[in-house]
């Protein structure tokens, strides 16, 4: 009996075009406020409450995965969550284009010379958006943990995370608490419920997984000789990005120093251009990784500009891209053993209690200064598990209402 490979195709998920995986990752690309962990809600109630693209527990087997590799992991669950839709490369190509194209094209219009938005109101937008992660982290936690931490064991997997996420801090101890939750889930949950049927249908095959990882580990080591030995400028800068997103555990934030050793002391972009260029890639929708296009833009030796941009945001984010397409094809035929499916039990109840953890800090202690913005939040969190409304529309309401507060006054 051999083992089911690229021709099975049990629990295959319904296909849409990869115009459709586009639009539908557009219009998160547009309203996906809040970093990445905000993402991930956003994700969790479009892609699997609304739309049922995957269930709960294959959405967080596939948030745990991309969190154990490099680079952005909200990017990179899009992207499978593309190709599964999709059917192929096309349609994980699409949903990174609609979800990351949005931000980048504005950070780079920014960078080119558009105006800032400066004083009181733009600043009170800026913290309501802040508060859109509140409620939008706040609803994927509740929702998360109603279905994936629904007995003591995994309640008490979660809790640890939490403690471990807290007190080691940064993505190592992101990390450690999945590696942890993954092994006492061996111990503890060995009783979770049936196994998954068949495979999630991500159509990757092990051929091209193989062909995807030794792509990565070649232009890692080959991008540093070829730069050495040309000294083109244009080389320079893919290498330095392609690094930076090959190096980085937990994305979003991890990337900012790594980036700015790279790109600041070599006189490239100002510290200055850098700081204010952090700034605004926390103000736009869509993945932090988008910053890149705006430190290509900016800087001073050519390629810069349009040219600069697209450089080095197809160079920071192709080496998570290529990890993640290459882990898959074998992830999805380990996920499938008993042993491996206690581990994931773990895993995901662990994932539950990193974004508990998350909840508080950055995204409750950065937004919620104030009884007002506990109100607020509070009213959109209400909005969207009780209301079921829309998250664009919690954006918007929250955005206004952020608005309104510096005219209001205290």
Same mark, same amino acid.
Not at 3 to 9: I, N, Y
Not at 195 to 207: K, M
Not at 281 to 297: E, Y
Not at 322 to 343: E, M, T
């Given at each position: 009996?051999?083992a089911?490979d690229?021709?099975?195709?049990?629990?295959?998920p319904?296909?849409?075009?990869?115009?459709?995986?586009a639009?539908v990752f557009l219009?998160?690309?547009?309203?996906?406020?809040?970093?990445?962990?905000?993402?991930?809600?956003?994700?969790?109630?479009e892609?699997?409450?609304?739309?049922?693209?995957?269930?709960?527990?294959g959405?967080?087997?596939?948030?745990?995965?991309?969190?154990?590799l490099?680079?952005?992991?909200?990017?990179?669950?899009g992207?499978?969550?593309?190709l599964l839709?999709?059917g192929?490369?096309l349609?994980?190509?699409?949903?990174w284009?609609?979800?990351?194209?949005?931000s980048?094209g504005?950070?780079? +219009? $920014?960078?080119?010379?558009?105006?800032? =938005?400066?004083?009181?109101?733009?600043?009170g937008?800026?913290?309501?958006?802040?508060?859109?992660?509140?409620?939008?982290v706040?609803?994927a936690v509740w929702?998360?943990?109603?279905?994936?931490?629904?007995?003591r064991?995994?309640?008490?997997?979660? =809790?640890a995370?939490?403690?471990?996420?807290v007190?080691?801090?940064?993505?190592?101890?992101q990390?450690?608490?999945?590696a $942890?939750?993954?092994v006492?889930g061996?111990? +503890?949950?060995?009783?979770?419920?049936?196994a998954?049927a068949?495979? =999630?249908?991500?159509?990757?095959?092990r051929?091209g997984?193989?062909?995807?990882?030794? +792509?990565?580990?070649?232009?890692?080591?080959?991008?540093?000789? $070829?730069?050495a030995?040309?000294?083109?400028?244009?080389?320079?800068?893919?290498?330095a990005?392609?690094?930076s997103?090959a190096?980085?555990?937990?994305?979003?934030?991890?990337?900012?120093?790594l980036?700015?050793a790279?790109v600041?002391?070599?006189g490239?972009?100002?510290n200055a251009?850098f700081?204010?260029?952090?700034?605004?890639?926390?103000?736009?929708?869509?993945p932090?990784?988008?910053?890149?296009?705006?430190?290509?833009?900016?800087?001073g030796?050519?390629?810069?500009?349009?040219?600069?941009a697209?450089?080095?945001?197809?160079?920071?984010?192709?080496?998570?891209?290529?990890?993640?397409?290459?882990?898959?094809?074998?992830w999805d035929a380990?996920?499938?053993r008993?042993?491996?499916?206690?581990?994931?039990?773990?895993a995901?109840?662990?994932?539950?209690?990193? $974004?508990?953890?998350? =909840?508080?800090?950055?995204?409750?202690?950065?937004?919620?200064?104030a009884?007002s913005d506990f109100a607020?939040?509070?009213a959109?969190?209400?909005?969207?598990?009780?209301?079921?409304?829309?998250p664009?529309?919690?954006?918007?309401?929250?955005a206004a209402?952020?608005a309104?507060?510096?005219l209001?006054?205290?």
């Amino acid at each position: 009996m051999t083992a089911p490979d690229d021709a099975e195709t049990a629990a295959q998920p319904s296909r849409a075009s990869p115009a459709e995986v586009a639009w539908v990752f557009l219009k998160l690309g547009l309203t996906s406020f809040g970093g990445p962990i905000a993402h991930l809600g956003y994700f969790r109630d479009e892609l699997v409450a609304r739309r049922k693209w995957i269930d709960e527990a294959g959405y967080a087997d596939l948030v745990a995965l991309c969190q154990f590799l490099p680079g952005p992991a909200s990017s990179q669950v899009g992207f499978a969550l593309g190709l599964l839709r999709g059917g192929g490369l096309l349609g994980g190509l699409a949903a990174w284009c609609g979800f990351t194209l949005p931000s980048a094209g504005l950070l780079c +219009l $920014l960078a080119l010379g558009a105006g800032v =938005l400066a004083g009181p109101v733009a600043e009170g937008v800026l913290h309501g958006l802040k508060l859109v992660a509140v409620a939008v982290v706040a609803q994927a936690v509740w929702g998360m943990a109603r279905s994936l931490t629904p007995d003591r064991e995994r309640a008490a997997i979660a =809790l640890a995370a939490v403690a471990v996420a807290v007190f080691a801090g940064g993505s190592l101890g992101q990390i450690g608490a999945i590696a $942890l939750g993954a092994v006492a889930g061996l111990r +503890l949950c060995r009783d979770g419920g049936p196994a998954p049927a068949g495979r =999630l249908g991500l159509p990757v095959s092990r051929r091209g997984g193989a062909i995807a990882l030794a +792509l990565f580990a070649a232009i890692f080591l080959a991008a540093p000789a $070829l730069t050495a030995a040309t000294g083109s400028q244009g080389l320079a800068l893919f290498d330095a990005f392609y690094r930076s997103g090959a190096l980085v555990f937990g994305g979003g934030h991890v990337v900012l120093p790594l980036l700015q050793a790279e790109v600041v002391p070599p006189g490239w972009v100002s510290n200055a251009a850098f700081l204010e260029g952090y700034g605004l890639a926390q103000a736009v929708p869509g993945p932090l990784f988008t910053f890149a296009a705006w430190l290509g833009a900016m800087m001073g030796p050519a390629p810069n500009g349009v040219a600069g941009a697209a450089v080095a945001l197809a160079a920071i984010f192709l080496p998570g891209l290529l990890l993640l397409y290459g882990a898959l094809p074998f992830w999805d035929a380990l996920r499938r053993r008993p042993g491996a499916q206690s581990a994931m039990r773990g895993a995901n109840a662990a994932v539950v209690g990193i $974004l508990g953890a998350a =909840l508080y800090s950055p995204v409750w202690t950065s937004a919620v200064l104030a009884p007002s913005d506990f109100a607020l939040a509070l009213a959109g969190f209400l909005a969207l598990t009780v209301w079921k409304a829309p998250p664009w529309t919690v954006v918007l309401g929250l955005a206004a209402a952020g608005a309104a507060l510096p005219l209001i006054g205290p």
